[in-house]
């Protein structure tokens, strides 16, 4: 038997066994799917607990690009995501309108909270008013870091600063410091630097290097932060995986992808609160 037919034997005899040997393996992905989210679900672990199960229902693995939400949504007008999974409503309804994705859907909800030293420079902590803290914080020159990068949290935090009536671009200093990096970084910064920030509370609550900063300023109903997802449109990219992303989406929003994200805690706190069922957020 000379050796391309021992070779073609070989082969065919370990695909008849292949069967046998992949009961005891765990199946290949049918299929994988790039989701554009936020730094704060993946810092805040949201990720990790939810994806297993995900892929474990449908076969489909999950690549998750985490990132600011603006340079989410620029992912996804790109083509380069099939999913982007954000929290910035203006944002993503206007991404909505430029037909880069069919429809928007809600997804879940929990809260900004300002953190801060407990020193408290600003005089600050235990008020329930944002608008009044940032005014506070002007007024004192006290630190503040902003994240500077165009991701949801910032957008927020600007909306608030014009809210409470403050013109950030004649009021800011060298208190104010914008480091166009993410959650985790920023926080790490406010708390070397002893100073003020604003962040979701799901990456607040897995945040470890937290030094003097404490919650300072929480439960104004400003304080309110959306997450919405959308499937990028087939229409303008081809190539997007439609059916796989329509099925996460589909999922996320169902009574199983909403119990698993009301299942993620830390310490029994729970992270973010599903509301999928509530029409218009």
Known sequence: MNHFTRRTLLAIACLVASPIGAEAQSPAPAATIVVASTTSTQDSGLFEYILPIFTKKTGIAVKVIAQGTGQA?????????????????????????EGFSEARRPVMYNDFVLVGPKSDPAGVAGGKDIAAALAAIVA????????????????????????????????RADWYREIGQGMGATLN???????????DRGTWLGFKNRGDLVIAVEGDRRLFNQYGVMAVSAKKFPHVKTREAESFVNWLTG????????????????LFFPNADQPGA
């Not at 996804?76 to 944002?91: E, P, S, T, W």
């Not at 910064?189 to 962040?199: C, E």
């Not at 009574?255 to 729970?270: C, L, P, R, V, Y």
């Open 140 to 171: 004192k020159k006290a630190p503040f870091v902003s994240r500077g990068d165009k991701s949801g949290t910032h957008m927020a935090e600007l909306a608030l600063w014009k809210s409470a009536g403050i013109d950030l671009a004649a009021a």
């Open 73 to 97: 949504l620029d992912t996804g007008r790109r083509g380069d995501a099939d999913v982007v999974f954000v929290h910035a409503k203006a944002a993503e309804e206007k991404f909505l309108a």
């Open 189 to 199: 910064t406010a708390s070397a630097m002893n100073g003020y920030a604003l962040t």
């Open 255 to 270: 009574s199983e992808g909403q119990k698993a994200i009301a299942d993620h805690k830390i310490g029994g706190e729970q």
